[in-house]
């Protein structure tokens, strides 16, 4: 038990104003989109800068919904893939951050990193030219969303996403994702 | 034509196609983990209803919030709509906003640069 006052303080020393680690269901991530929507207005937050914040969750949440790799089961009598990920949601003095963390194949990296750092490098004008071509382009990808999480993600944070890739064995590693929303209005 | 109503839930929005009324709605927030999955009936429905429709139908779109998978699904509900422009009926497409989320007024402009049918912005 002597843990929990340093996890205690260890989250409000970060922010946090809610973490989660376990499996990622359809009916969590509802879940979690109610009760910080909830925060959010019970703190008297400015309405827009808190539509953007929840647009970017919803996006961030069902991006890792629909795009982790569940690990093998690590007990071989188990036939349960393991489908936990790590999300996080913080407020500090300027910016709110909602961070997401879950295993990807080794193999895809080399994608998800091209695409990352193109989303990054392009302007806000680019952004928005990016998205109509996927959104105008043909079909779904397999897992039926529209590849436009990202770039929507980083079109309402205005800055840039933030992205480690944490080495787990030579098939895993560990993806996090950070997207910053201002909490300041523009103009 | 039958008529559709689909009730909202946290999810997905409330959906209202009522030929004899003449009332096309989408309203709430669309943000369903299978937008395609919700999104079926609906363009069924509109299918259907272009090959006969009314002499006019205003679509009043009003979202709150929603999803890249819905926003794909709202295109393709677009594209039927200016088929049935194009096929000569009168269609018009009515996007409702909040006047102060100009994020929405922004995608609201997006769609509206992308499709060849009346299509009218109305902040709320």
Not at chain 1, 28 to 55: A, T, Y
Request: charged residues 30%.
């Amino acid at each position: 038990m002597s843990m929990t006052y340093s996890y205690y303080k260890n989250m409000q020393l970060n922010n946090i104003i809610f973490v989660y680690q376990g499996e990622v269901t359809a009916d969590l991530v509802s879940s979690i989109l109610q009760m910080v929507e909830n925060k959010l207005e019970g703190e008297g937050e400015d309405r827009k800068v808190k539509k953007r914040v929840f647009n970017v969750m919803v996006e961030c949440l069902q991006n890792v919904y629909h795009h982790l790799d569940a690990l093998p089961p690590t007990d071989a009598s188990s036939s349960v893939r393991d489908k936990t990920a790590l999300l996080m949601i913080g407020r500090e003095e300027r910016d709110y951050y909602i961070i997401t963390g879950n295993h990807v194949l080794n193999d895809r990296i080399p994608d998800l990193k091209a695409r990352l750092d193109r989303i990054n490098r392009a302007t806000k004008e680019e952004l928005k030219q990016l998205y109509q071509e996927i959104l105008t382009g043909t079909g779904f990808s397999e897992k039926g969303t529209a590849g436009l999480g990202m770039i929507d993600i980083a079109r309402k944070s205005g800055q840039k996403l933030g992205y480690d890739f944490h080495p787990v064995n030579d098939k895993y590693s560990f993806f996090s994702l950070e997207a910053r929303v201002s909490r300041i209005p523009e103009k | 034509m039958r008529n559709l109503v689909i009730e909202p839930t946290s999810k997905t929005p409330k959906v209202i196609l009522n030929a004899d009324l003449g009332v096309f709605e989408i309203t709430g927030r669309s943000i369903p983990e299978d937008a395609i999955g919700f999104y079926r009936r609906v363009l069924d429905w509109i299918e259907e209803y272009s090959k006969s429709p009314l002499t006019e139908t205003v679509f009043k779109f009003q979202l709150e919030y929603f999803n890249t998978s819905s926003s794909k699904c709202l295109l393709d509900i677009f594209r039927k709509l200016e088929r049935m422009h194009k096929n000569g009926h009168k269609v018009v497409i009515r996007w409702h906003y909040d006047a102060d989320d100009e994020d929405m007024a922004e995608t609201g402009q997006d769609y509206q640069a992308l499709l060849d049918v009346p299509f009218e912005l109305v902040p709320v």
